[in-house]
T-cell receptor, first 110, second 113 residues
Framework: GEDVEQSLFLSVREGDSSVINCTYT??????LYWYKQEPGAGLQLLTY?????DMKQDQRLTVLLNKKDKHLSLRIADTQTGDSAIYFC??????????FGAGTRLTVKP | EAGVAQSPRYKIIEKRQSVAFWCNPI?????LYWYQQILGQGPKLLIQ????????DSQLPKDRFSAERLKGVDSTLKIQPAKLEDSAVYLC???????????FGDGTRLSIL
């Protein structure tokens, strides 16, 4: 069946770039999303990309989409300690239902 | 703009008891979603409402879970009776509709003893 997969952990040094990768399987997905979750909080929408685009940049965030390989990535430039959180990739399908990955825990070391 | 409001923030009950969660979506958002997030996993959709009608409840365990959105605004999610495996965070999200992004509340953390 369809699934969204992400690596579970990523550790970087403060000031470095972080790249979080995601693969999805539903080729009919319309939008792909990145959400951030801090401890005890809900999901915060970071950015999203329409499936007919291949790149979107928003300040420190760059999203790359390779639709042929069903691969999505989120690059965070100049990563800060406040970026430490769990990052979820999600695909929208059907009536804007969303399917989430298990999340990537980003740890930023000073 | 006020965000999605959920209450309570935490709930502890014993198995076989009943529990209800409440959600108030962002003003004007026609679509409302309930998700279950088990520790260490991503959120899993339980039910989607468009105004006061159900769009998708295919993943809602209907033998014990129920949800309603009677006036097309607030929504309640109920579990009766609760099982140990229902321990999770229950997240509510809303969107204006169509392909607009979903915005999440802070969730209700449910612990079953």
């Amino acid at each position: 069946g369809e699934d969204v997969e992400q690596s579970l952990f990523l550790s970087v040094r403060e000031g470095d770039s972080s790249v979080i990768n995601c693969t999805y399987t539903d080729s009919s997905s319309t939008y792909l999303y990145w959400y951030k979750q801090e401890p005890g909080a809900g999901l915060q929408l970071l950015t999203y990309i329409f499936s007919n685009m291949d790149m979107k940049q928003d300040q420190r965030l760059t999203v790359l989409l390779n639709k042929k390989d069903k691969h999505l990535s989120l690059r965070i430039a100049d990563t800060q300690t406040g970026d430490s959180a769990i990052y979820f990739c999600a695909e929208a399908y059907n009536n804007n239902d969303m399917r989430f990955g298990a999340g990537t825990r980003l740890t930023v070391k000073p | 703009e006020a965000g999605v409001a959920q209450s309570p923030r935490y709930k502890i009950i014993e198995k076989r008891q009943s529990v209800a969660f409440w959600c108030n979506p962002i003003s004007g958002h026609a679509t409302l979603y309930w998700y279950q997030q088990i520790l260490g996993q991503g959120p899993k959709l339980l039910i989607q409402f468009q105004n006061n009608g159900v769009v998708d409840d295919s993943q809602l365990p209907k033998d014990r879970f129920s949800a309603e959105r009677l006036k097309g605004v607030d929504s309640t999610l109920k579990i009766q009776p609760a099982k140990l495996e229902d321990s999770a965070v229950y997240l509510c999200a809303s969107s204006p509709g169509g392909n607009q992004p979903q915005h999440f509340g802070d969730g209700t953390r449910l612990s079953i003893l």
